[in-house]
């Protein structure tokens, strides 16, 4: 940032120099008087009203402050004229670079004087409106620039993730071959392993099925609750101690959608943070449809001593998210929890009063 600010004063400096000899040497074809001194100080004033033009229409006329800015101006443009009335007519010192430059011997004329005023003033604010125009332009086009490269890499990135994902993915219908191999393998001495594999197969299913990329972004309750309790169907099955998760559901759980996977997310979460070996203090998910909406309340005490799995808000933070994408202001998150005790709602309400 510093070296472009340097190299920018650099050019501009070199501008002026340049403009300076310019000036000198049209200026001396008409008057073999005039000094390079004199040529000098006169656009040096001249170069003060580019940029205090400039500055006054960037900081103000830019940013909205109009008034301000024509109030400015016109004040700049008195105080001038009071500076250039007393360069050319008074005795402020610099009588010798006009007497040799601009006016020899004369008394104050208004025709002059205004001659002398407008040259001076016009020509460098049309200089700096133009260069202001100028800048506000580039500026327009780096930012339409940066805006389009950002879409584009927004696009590509996005591309690159479909393509991960999709490679990732496994082709439900191998799976199926698989896990109706090892269901027919395994039940012939262990039914009831075999048909725990069979659960895991629709399990694992609908996973792969709530994370396609083309695949639906909401799903019925009642088919959400259904993954649910074959999920925990499952832990029962691989927890070393049996657990204490209570799902309690009410209403239709026909009439409301919801995001795949969401139930088992806050499982999930249960069985990272909660205490669920305590028969008498189950952890409970809690269901509730209504006319206008429905309730998801998960309640459990917190596990004692230090936690064995790290906390990252990951999961709370992704069913926030797709939650305010299928839903908007229609849904609701709220967190309550003492030393002891945690409860999460999920609100949706669709039909408010």
């Known amino acids: 940032m510093n070296k472009f600010v340097q190299r920018k004063w650099f050019l501009h400096g070199c ?12 200026n001396a074809l008409g008057n073999s008087r005039l000094t390079l001194a004199a040529s000098t100080v006169t656009v040096f004033y001249c170069g003060l009203i580019f940029y205090i033009v400039y500055l006054i229409l960037t900081h103000f006329f830019g940013r909205g402050h109009k008034l ?9 443009y008195l105080l001038s004229g009071l500076i250039v009335y007393y360069e050319l007519y008074g005795r402020i010192g610099l009588e010798i670079i006009n007497n040799r430059y601009v006016v020899a011997h004369h008394a104050f004329s208004w ?10 003033h016009s020509n460098y604010t049309v200089m700096a409106v133009g260069y202001y125009s100028y800048k506000s332009k580039l500026l327009e086009a780096e930012e339409k620039l940066e805006a389009v490269n950002k879409r584009l890499e927004a696009e590509s990135s996005a591309r690159s993730l479909q393509y991960i ?10 799976m199926a071959n698989i896990f109706s191999y090892l269901k027919n393998r395994v039940g012939l001495y262990d039914h009831e392993l075999g048909m725990q594999i069979a659960e895991i197969y629709r399990l694992m299913k609908f996973y792969m099925e709530a994370h396609h990329v083309d695949g639906a972004t909401d799903i019925l309750l009642s088919d959400e609750v259904a993954a649910l309790e074959q999920y925990l169907s499952i832990q029962e ?30 499982a999930g979460n249960l069985f990272k943070h909660a205490d669920l070996w305590d028969k008498d203090h189950p952890a409970k998910i809690d269901i509730l449809v209504g006319h206008a909406g429905y309730w998801i309340k998960v309640r459990n005490r917190k596990r004692a001593g230090p936690q064995t799995m790290p906390s990252h808000d990951v999961g709370l933070r992704n ?3 797709r939650m305010e994408y299928l839903f908007g202001t229609d849904f609701s998150m709220e967190e309550n929890q003492d030393a002891d005790h945690y409860e999460l709602t999920l609100c949706v309400q669709r039909y408010r009063q």
């Open 68 to 76: 301000q800015g024509v109030l400015l101006m016109m004040g700049f």
């Open 319 to 321: 069913v926030r998210t």
């Open 111 to 120: 025709r002059k004087y205004l001659q002398t005023f407008a040259v001076m």
């Open 237 to 266: 099955q691989v927890e070393p101690m049996p657990f204490y998760i209570k799902l309690c559901c009410s209403g239709n759980l026909m009439r409301f959608s919801t995001a795949p996977t969401l139930l088992q997310t806050l």
């Open 165 to 174: 994902t999709l490679s990732a993915q496994v082709h439900p219908h191998m």
């Open 15 to 26: 501008f002026w120099i340049l403009y300076t000899l310019y000036f000198f040497v049209v």
